[in-house]
T-cell receptor
Framework: EDKVVQSPLSLVVHEGDTVTLNCSYEVTNFRSLLWYKQEKKAPTFLFMLTSSGIEKKSGRLSSILDKKELFSILNITATQTGDSAVYLCAVETLYGNKLVFGAGTILRVKS | DTEVTQTPKHLVMGMTNKKSLKCEQHMGHRAMYWYKQKAKKPPELMFV???????INESVPSRFSPECPNSSLLNLHLHALQPEDSALYLCASSHFPSDTQYFGPGTRLTVL
């Protein structure tokens, strides 16, 4: 059965801290790994990773994938209160259009 | 237009009611999805439409009935729901099947 595990489940940091969120997966026929940020409503897309070792960056956020060890990390530097959200990791398989989601990491950034 | 829209934002219905959720996108995406998300849980896939044809039904009860009238529109018809069906219903779309999915804002459904 396809599985995506995120850690930690929740995290509280102070503004300005750097955080690293983890996502490990066991899926057959891996196609891509996606990170989403979810605040009150819908998940918003952050990154899609398909190749190992290539870092994707967007402002203070960055992510990298290791297809050999089957994990990805999401880094957020100089955190701000607006980064407080649930961060979801999802893996897409080659066959079918399914996203398998992890349980999410709840991040709270205190001012 | 680069977004997925959903209506209504909130819906309260009784167990004998019939209602519909609507999802629309004008990005030319050819795959559309319905997800159900309970509180503090990740989204769970319900249905996938590829090129306006139902391609995945994740063993969803028949009281949920999807419909894709055209490539821009996706409906979810609700009938005889149970209180445990109360959740956030999310629509997503992608350019092609197996492409990055973009989510709408969701409909918060409460079944009394």
């Amino acid at each position: 059965e396809d599985k995506v595990v995120q850690s930690p489940l929740s995290l509280v940091v102070h503004e300005g801290d750097t955080v690293t969120l983890n996502c490990s997966y066991e899926v057959t026929n891996f196609r891509s790994l996606l990170w989403y940020k979810q605040e009150k409503k819908a998940p918003t897309f952050l990154f899609m990773l398909t190749s190992s070792g290539i870092e994707k960056k967007s402002g203070r956020l960055s992510s990298i994938l290791d297809k050999k060890e089957l994990f990805s990390i999401l880094n957020i530097t100089a955190t701000q209160t607006g980064d407080s959200a649930v961060y979801l990791c999802a893996v897409e398989t080659l066959y079918g259009n399914k996203l398998v989601f992890g349980a999410g990491t709840i991040l709270r950034v205190k001012s | 237009d680069t977004e997925v829209t959903q209506t209504p934002k909130h819906l309260v219905m009784g167990m004998t009611n019939k209602k519909s959720l609507k999802c629309e996108q004008h990005m030319g995406h050819r795959a559309m999805y319905w997800y159900k998300q309970k509180a503090k849980k990740p989204p769970e896939l319900m249905f996938v439409y590829s090129y306006e044809k139902l391609s995945i039904n994740e063993s969803v009860p028949s009281r949920f009935s999807p419909e894709c009238p055209n490539s821009s529109l996706l409906n979810l018809h609700l009938h005889a729901l149970q209180p445990e069906d109360s959740a956030l219903y999310l629509c997503a779309s992608s350019h092609f099947p197996s492409d990055t999915q973009y989510f709408g804002p969701g409909t918060r459904l409460t079944v009394l």
